[in-house]
């Protein structure tokens, strides 16, 4: 069965620090990928999607950006955060659209 | 993709069936209807989906109005872990990206 890992779990990391989020997943091959935000409070906010090794589509202009380097694996980097960029993200996957979405466990992070 | 509107929140007593609305009065004939969900601090879980007949599975039944305008998530005997935030969302087909709004803040109540 397919499964989706993203870590870590929680992260504080301060204004000026570079991030790097990972997640992978398992069971599947050549899956669509996708980075969410969600502010506290706030929708679901969609940062990146890829539907293939080496293509990235940016939804959302910002100081982040996503690369990915394996079929299965994509990475959310940022060089410098800002406080604006604490929030909840999560990684997400589909095998096609009338599959729907599978969502990973997420990341918090909080910038201070 | 066609815009969604959702009412802010709702509240629905345990055991009662909880029927959450959307509005999409500008959905085009390729676009599917998805709902999703999301429990406090968790990632969103995929609830149903349809084109335009009416759906049901083991979570919830989806009821699509005849002109696909509008349509209702009915969750037949709520509880408690039924609270929270449910997302509707309409999706044209080979469309890879889903927009999601702010949904519907369900609070099933004991």
């Known amino acids: 069965s397919q499964t989706i890992h993203q870590w870590p779990a929680t992260l504080v990391q301060p204004v000026g620090s570079p991030l790097s989020l990972e997640c992978t997943v398992e069971?599947?091959?050549?899956?669509?990928l996708y980075w969410y935000r969600q502010a506290a409070g706030r929708g679901l906010q969609l940062l990146f999607y890829?539907?293939?090794?080496?293509?990235i589509s940016s939804e959302v202009p910002q100081n982040l950006s996503a690369s990915r380097p394996q079929d299965r694996q994509f990475i959310l980097s940022s060089k410098k955060l800002l406080l604006s960029d604490s929030g909840f993200y999560l990684c997400?996957?589909?095998?096609?659209?009338?599959?729907?979405?599978?969502f990973g466990s997420g990341t918090r992070l909080t910038v201070v | 993709d066609a815009k969604t509107t959702q009412p802010t929140s709702m509240d629905c007593a345990e055991g009662r069936a909880a029927n959450l609305p959307c509005n999409h009065s500008?959905?085009?004939?390729?676009?599917?209807v998805y709902w999703y969900r999301q429990i406090h601090s968790q990632g969103p879980q995929y609830i149903i989906h349809?084109?335009?007949n009416n759906e049901t599975n083991e979570m919830a039944s989806l009821i699509i109005t005849e002109d696909r305008k509008s349509s209702t998530l009915i969750l037949p005997h709520a509880t408690l872990r039924d609270t929270a935030v449910y997302y509707c969302?309409?999706?044209?087909?080979?469309?890879?990206?889903?927009?999601f709004g702010t949904g519907t803040r369900l609070k099933v109540l004991a």
């Open positions: 997400a996957w589909t095998a096609g659209y009338l599959r729907g979405y599978t």
């Open positions: 349809g084109l335009k």
């Open positions: 890829s539907v293939g090794i080496g293509q």
């Open positions: 500008t959905i085009s004939g390729n676009e599917y």
């Open positions: 069971g599947t091959s050549n899956p669509n």
């Open positions: 969302i309409v999706l044209a087909s080979g469309t890879y990206k889903y927009i």
